[in-house]
């Protein structure tokens, strides 16, 4: 069975960083693509970024030089970076397994002053 735990979440001011981190069991992360998506208050579930098994990353255009996603081979888990935040960032920031059902249960990140 499949767990996956985001923690790191938190209140931070504008430009201010944080660090997510996605612990998962049941999977070896370094074998699987895995991806952060984020969800507004009101607004669709999207995708942050993506690292796929030969390393391969994707960010999405808003948070392109400013986040960075990783993966602890030694920790099995997925990190992600988080700098220079602004409002914009506040949602609930979700991991998943790639093309699969396998989601954890989210961390809110707020930033405001």
């Known amino acids: 069975q499949v767990s996956l735990v985001e923690s790191g979440g938190g209140l931070v001011q504008p430009g201010g960083s944080l660090r997510l981190s996605c612990a998962a069991s049941g999977i070896i992360v370094s074998r699987n693509a895995m991806a952060w998506y984020r969800q507004a208050p009101g607004k669709q579930r999207a995708l942050v970024a993506s690292l796929s098994t030969d390393r391969t990353m994707y960010y999405a255009e808003s948070v392109r030089g400013r986040f960075t996603i990783a993966r602890d081979n030694a920790k099995n888990t997925v990190d992600l970076q988080m700098n220079s935040l602004v409002p914009e960032d506040t949602a609930v920031y979700y991991c998943?397994?790639?093309?699969?059902?396998?989601w954890g249960q989210g961390t809110q990140v707020t930033v405001s002053s």
């Open positions: 998943r397994v790639s093309g699969t059902m396998n």
